[in-house]
Nanobody, 127 residues
Framework: QVQLVESGGGLVQPGGSLRLSCAAS????????IAWFRQAPGKEREGISC????????YYSDSVKGRFTISRDDAHNTVYLQMNSLKPEDTAIYYC????????????????????WGRGTRVTVSS
């Protein structure tokens, strides 16, 4: 069955960096896109970045643009999220998710478009 497993979370000081990994398995027909979402305490889940499998086109929310970079390693079936210049407001549980298909380009960071989810990894940004 399809599995997405996140790793790489932890405690980091403001201004620091972390790299999250999302290991994907069980996709017999591949996936259309993989995205990263996050949910901070008391807040709704937010889509922050996505990479399309066909051409590696990437999408970012305004909250992380210029600081986070999404990439993929097909040899290892892994998608990464490099997070730099971290801020306390980046503290959240980070989830990766995969979509079988997304029709509209403005839906790439919409959680309702995603079919498979990992269990999340916690990121805490604090001094």
């Amino acid at each position: 069955q399809v599995q997405l497993v996140e790793s790489g979370g932890g405690l980091v000081q403001p201004g620091g960096s972390l790299r999250l990994s999302c290991a994907a398995s069980g996709f017999t027909s591949g996936y259309y896109a993989i995205a990263w979402f996050r949910q901070a305490p008391g807040k709704e889940r937010e889509g922050i970045s996505c990479i399309r499998s066909s051409d590696s086109t990437t999408y970012y929310s305004d909250s992380v643009k210029g600081r986070f970079t999404i990439s993929r390693d097909d040899a290892h079936n892994t998608v990464y999220l490099q997070m730099n210049s971290l801020k306390p407001e980046d503290t959240a549980i980070y989830y990766c998710a995969a979509a079988r298909f997304i029709y509209y380009s403005n839906k790439y960071l919409d959680q309702t478009e995603y079919d498979y989810w990992g269990r999340g990894t916690r990121v805490t940004v604090s001094s």
